[in-house]
């Protein structure tokens, strides 16, 4: 059956998924660069985001080639699209990656505003929902045609969907690094009440990584 997944989803050691006073020049807030240094410095993200060669091998490596598999569709909270807000002033941005987005396949992009629909080189096409997360989900699931559904985040569109436990697995890159402030992930949030569980724990050459796993049952 088709699941909802968050991978690759890179945390502070103090919770928080982006630094604070995100804007176009700091897109992950003031330090989140710092969340992802695992990521850039693998092979897989290298050859997905540069096109070249390159990189390392090893566990870290794996999960971001791990969290590729099945996906068939994607979902992102607008603030992965842009730093925009409110109603688009026009159709010139077309997101942070360029022509040719790593998505490879359809991306619903949750929005309070609508906009057509965007096409991009090497096959990503973003779609723009305005009428909230599980129409997203709908639509998402029956472009994947079976296939897992990924949660590219931001953070609060990762607890959005935690809060409505429509998220089948959650995998977390914990870097070793403090921010102090930004967007706290796990704030207001009771996982094991929502149905969660950690499934799985892996020591990583740059961070540790967590799989948090819904139950059937929750409680």
């Given at each position: 059956m088709s699941k909802l997944r968050v991978?690759?989803?890179?945390?502070?050691?103090?919770?928080?998924?982006?630094?604070?006073?995100?804007?176009?020049?700091q897109p992950l807030g003031i330090g989140g660069m710092a969340l992802h240094q695992w990521a850039f410095a693998t092979a897989a993200f290298q050859r997905l985001h540069g096109g070249g060669i390159g990189g390392e091998a090893g566990v870290d490596?794996?999960?971001?080639?791990?969290?590729?598999?099945?996906?068939?569709?994607?979902?992102?909270?607008?603030?992965?699209?842009?730093?925009?807000?409110?109603?688009?002033?026009?159709?010139?941005?077309?997101?942070?990656?360029?022509?040719?987005?790593?998505?490879?396949?359809?991306?619903?992009?949750?929005?309070?505003?609508?906009?057509?629909?965007?096409?991009?080189?090497?096959g990503t096409v973003f779609h723009f929902v305005s009428d909230g997360i599980r129409p997203a989900l709908e639509r998402a699931r029956e472009a994947a045609g079976g296939r897992d559904v990924r949660l590219g985040g931001g953070v609060d569109t990762v607890r959005q969907y935690l809060r409505a436990?429509?998220?089948?697995?959650?995998?977390?890159?914990?870097a070793p690094t403090l921010l102090g402030r930004g967007e706290a992930l796990f704030v207001g949030l009771d996982l094991p009440a929502l149905g969660y569980q950690c499934a799985e724990r892996v020591a990583g050459e740059r961070a540790c990584h967590l799989l948090l796993r819904r139950l059937d049952k929750p409680g």
């Open positions: 991978a690759c989803f890179s945390l502070s050691a103090d919770g928080f998924g982006a630094g604070p006073n995100q804007s176009l020049d490596n794996d999960f971001i080639e791990r969290g590729f598999d099945n996906v068939g569709a994607w979902i992102l909270g607008r603030n992965m699209f842009g730093p925009l807000r409110g109603p688009w002033p026009d159709l010139e941005w077309k997101g942070w990656w360029g022509e040719e987005p790593p998505y490879r396949t359809q991306v619903f992009v949750l929005t309070h505003h609508p906009r057509p629909a965007l096409a991009m080189k090497g436990g429509l998220i089948d697995e959650l995998h977390l890159a914990i």
